[in-house]
């Protein structure tokens, strides 16, 4: 695959996963007063995007910390979704999306890890992936404190952490495409 191809499919990706964050937000945000179906959906259609987003960002590419991370946010989406459509008890629906969420953590820090050996070209998207590793860890503990009854706490965290995250996929996006921008104006 070439260089252009490539960097076609990472900024693809990448706008992809921005895309699935931001609808996954407005879904998980109360104030909006969304009904509960479109809540619901918005959510699954959300993080779909952002598996894919993640997959598409893994595909083809070397294995690194980098791609390791897109991988793992890609299984964390899915146990995500899994955690809202099965049909399982509520505290295991909670569970799946603590799992799936800690799991969109480590590897958006995953990433940070790989893009700290090129800071200064990469700062976009260490912010990004480190806002996105803040804002699923906030998700996650949300669950945890919603499964021990403070819901007012969880339901702030997981909203909070929803729109921390999708802002760290927009400069993770922004990151990948002013990269790619650059290389390519370099290269000519």
Do not use: C, H
Request: proline share 2%; aromatic share 6%.
């Amino acid at each position: 695959m070439g260089k252009g191809n490539t960097q076609v499919i990472e900024i693809t990706g990448s706008w992809t996963q921005a895309v699935g964050t931001i609808l996954s937000a407005i879904g998980s945000t109360p104030s909006f007063q969304l009904p509960k179906e479109v809540s619901k959906q918005l959510r699954i259609v959300g993080n779909v995007l952002q598996a894919l987003g993640n997959a598409i960002q893994a595909f083809g590419a070397p294995i690194t910390l980098e791609s390791t991370g897109n991988r793992i946010q890609a299984v964390g989406n899915l146990t995500v979704i899994y955690g809202i459509v099965a049909e399982l008890p509520y505290v295991q629906k909670q569970e799946y999306q603590i799992a799936g969420n800690w799991l969109q953590a480590l590897g958006a820090l995953l990433a940070v890890f790989e893009q700290l050996k090129d800071i200064r070209n990469e700062f976009l998207n260490i912010l990004g992936n480190t806002l996105q590793t803040w804002g699923n860890s906030l998700q996650a503990i949300g669950g945890i404190l919603g499964l021990r009854g403070d819901q007012i706490t969880s339901t702030s965290l997981d909203v909070n952490g929803s729109w921390i995250q999708a802002l760290g996929s927009v400069f993770t996006a922004g990151g990948t495409t002013f990269q790619s921008v650059k290389n390519e104006s370099e290269d000519d």
